[in-house]
């Protein structure tokens, strides 16, 4: 259904952005704020994950929206997550549903939610789901980028986008962890965005769980089963890929290149938020912890866990 079908949601303000060196100008009051103290820091790095979000605002649509069977091997393994991961000080989810001219950081304290879909029921232009903010998390990640030298800036209206707030609310109902995030940069070079991974690999020693929101299969014609074959293909190669540190990043690189890559992946937003997450566990052993069928297609999930962490 077109988007201009949709019921109306409420009013947002246009996004106000301040690109390249402004943007670290805005934060230079948060600048104190950046770095936890000593007694924030866990004893070992969080993990870093790459999620499906699934199709649309599924978790308040019935269960059997977009068969066969819908989101009910996600839900079940969102809902399950919280108790597979220390408690974050605050979640930086990079989504899918944002692309910008440079990586681009939300900052505000308390972010609303942006509807970015379009022709379902009204009541799924309605939700709340209010986590707050992180502005300190955030300047912290644009000073982590500003060291790399990677251009940057900062968003202080932009709500969360469905790629956000829709896993997350499923994983975490009470809204009780802060949340920051991030854009994709136009142009999804996935070599730039390992190296802003990279640059964020220690918000994973301050106790910031480091998410990236996509899907590992994502041909809107292929969704129902038409794209079955094309899905396990891809998976299959995902899974190899992740498996092995010394080539990941080799292999994301030239990810359209794999078996059935671009089949998959017609265009390749929903895969990139991997490279970002990829890029901050570096090194670190990859696990595909959720594998199963989304919308009709085998979808996966990827955990990285670093080498500290237990078994």
Same mark, same amino acid.
């Given at each position: 259904?077109?988007?201009?079908?949709?019921?109306?949601?409420?009013?947002?303000?246009?996004?106000?952005?301040?690109? !390249?060196? *402004?943007?670290?100008?805005?934060?230079?009051?948060?600048?104190?704020?950046? %770095?936890?103290?000593?007694?924030?820091?866990?004893?070992?790095?969080?993990?870093?994950?790459?999620?499906? $979000?699934?199709?649309?605002?599924?978790?308040?649509?019935?269960?059997?929206?977009?068969?066969?069977?819908?989101?009910?091997?996600?839900?079940?393994?969102?809902?399950?997550?919280?108790?597979?991961?220390?408690?974050?000080?605050?979640?930086?989810?990079?989504?899918?549903?944002?692309?910008?001219?440079?990586?681009?950081?939300?900052?505000?304290? %308390?972010?609303?939610?942006?509807?970015?879909?379009?022709?379902?029921?009204? $009541?799924?232009?309605?939700?709340?789901?209010?986590?707050?903010?992180?502005?300190?998390?955030?300047?912290?990640?644009?000073?982590?980028?500003?060291?790399?030298?990677?251009?940057?800036?900062?968003?202080?209206?932009? !709500?969360?986008?469905?790629?956000?707030?829709?896993?997350?609310?499923?994983?975490? +109902? /009470?809204?009780?962890?802060?949340?920051?995030?991030?854009?994709?940069?136009?142009?999804?070079?996935?070599?730039? $965005?390992?190296?802003?991974?990279?640059?964020?690999?220690?918000?994973?020693?301050?106790?910031?769980?480091?998410?990236?929101?996509?899907?590992?299969?994502?041909?809107?014609?292929?969704?129902?089963?038409?794209?079955?074959?094309?899905?396990?293909?891809?998976? !299959?190669?995902?899974?190899?890929?992740?498996?092995?540190?010394? $080539?990941?990043?080799?292999?994301?690189?030239?990810?359209?290149?794999?078996?059935?890559?671009?089949? *998959?992946? +017609?265009?390749?937003?929903?895969?990139?938020?991997?490279?970002?997450?990829?890029?901050?566990? /570096?090194?670190?052993?990859?696990?595909?912890?959720?594998?199963?069928?989304?919308?009709?297609?085998?979808?996966?999930?990827?955990?990285?866990?670093?080498?500290?962490?237990?078994?």
């Amino acid at each position: 259904m077109a988007t201009d079908d949709r019921p109306p949601g409420p009013s947002l303000s246009r996004r106000t952005v301040m690109a !390249g060196a *402004s943007a670290v100008a805005g934060l230079a009051g948060l600048r104190s704020l950046a %770095a936890p103290s000593s007694t924030e820091v866990p004893m070992r790095s969080m993990p870093a994950i790459y999620l499906p $979000h699934g199709g649309g605002p599924w978790p308040w649509l019935p269960a059997d929206f977009g068969t066969p069977q819908g989101h009910t091997a996600l839900r079940t393994w969102l809902e399950a997550l919280p108790s597979q991961v220390p408690r974050p000080r605050a979640i930086l989810c990079v989504t899918a549903h944002w692309e910008a001219p440079v990586a681009t950081v939300s900052t505000q304290a %308390a972010p609303g939610l942006l509807f970015d879909y379009g022709g379902f029921p009204a $009541h799924t232009y309605q939700l709340s789901w209010p986590a707050p903010g992180a502005p300190d998390v955030a300047a912290r990640v644009v000073q982590l980028l500003e060291a790399a030298h990677i251009p940057h800036a900062v968003d202080a209206e932009r !709500g969360l986008d469905h790629g956000t707030f829709v896993p997350l609310s499923v994983a975490w +109902p /009470e809204a009780d962890v802060p949340v920051v995030q991030m854009s994709l940069v136009k142009g999804l070079d996935p070599a730039h $965005h390992l190296a802003i991974g990279r640059a964020l690999r220690p918000l994973r020693d301050e106790g910031v769980l480091i998410v990236g929101s996509g899907m590992s299969y994502h041909d809107m014609r292929g969704f129902g089963g038409q794209g079955r074959a094309d899905a396990a293909t891809f998976d !299959g190669w995902l899974g190899e890929a992740m498996a092995s540190p010394a $080539h990941r990043a080799d292999a994301l690189t030239a990810w359209s290149q794999a078996p059935a890559g671009r089949r *998959s992946h +017609p265009r390749e937003e929903h895969l990139l938020p991997l490279m970002v997450v990829a890029g901050a566990a /570096e090194g670190d052993a990859g696990s595909l912890p959720f594998r199963d069928d989304v919308l009709g297609v085998r979808v996966s999930a990827v955990r990285f866990d670093a080498q500290d962490a237990p078994a």
